[in-house]
């Protein structure tokens, strides 16, 4: 989980800056960045395409995770605060056993539904299961811990600036014991 609060909320230390750099970025111009809504969300990508910028995330992750202490409290209080919300909401469910950065094991009644075999209209792929407890908490995570101010360059010369959504926090395992 810690990798993924750091790239959605660009804690690399690349992205350090102090008041001097940040009098002089692109975004405090009155022209400002450009808001380009033209691209796809992540899961709408091919999946060789989702596989290709997962490898590309994870060889780009810097491990300098306390970089700084900033850094550090930003990554564990996000974190914290995820592991606190889960178990609040399994807990409404049924008994946590053990909830941390790597996974969530809990023991749900039989009668809770576990996976969702939905099918779809596309030939290739006509069927898809999905984990019921770990979308339920993934869209938890998706609706309070996107970045919603990912700026990122795409031209250098004319300052103009890519501002998406981010999240990469999707990752959450589940193991649920019945």
Sequence with gaps: MYPNIMITNRLQPSAVVNSTICAQCDLNRPNGPNNNNNTLS????????????????????????????????????????????????????????????????????????????????DPSRPKVVISYPCSLLNLIIKDHYTNDQYHEL?????????????????????????
Aim: glycine share 4%.
């Design 42 to 121: 992540f899961h709408q990508l091919p999946q060789e395409t989702q596989l290709s910028i997962e490898r590309k995330r994870l060889a780009d992750y810097c491990r300098f995770r306390w970089h700084r202490m900033e850094m550090g409290g930003i990554v564990c209080t996000t974190g914290s605060i995820i592991i606190k919300r889960t178990r609040e909401l399994v807990e409404q469910i049924e008994r946590s056993l053990e909830l941390d950065t790597d996974g969530i094991w809990c023991v749900l009644p039989a009668a809770f539904p576990e996976n969702y075999e939905l099918i779809t209209r």
């Design 154 to 178: 795409v031209d250098k010369n004319k300052h103009i600036y890519e501002i998406r959504s981010e999240n990469s926090i999707f990752s959450l395992k589940f193991m649920v014991l019945i």
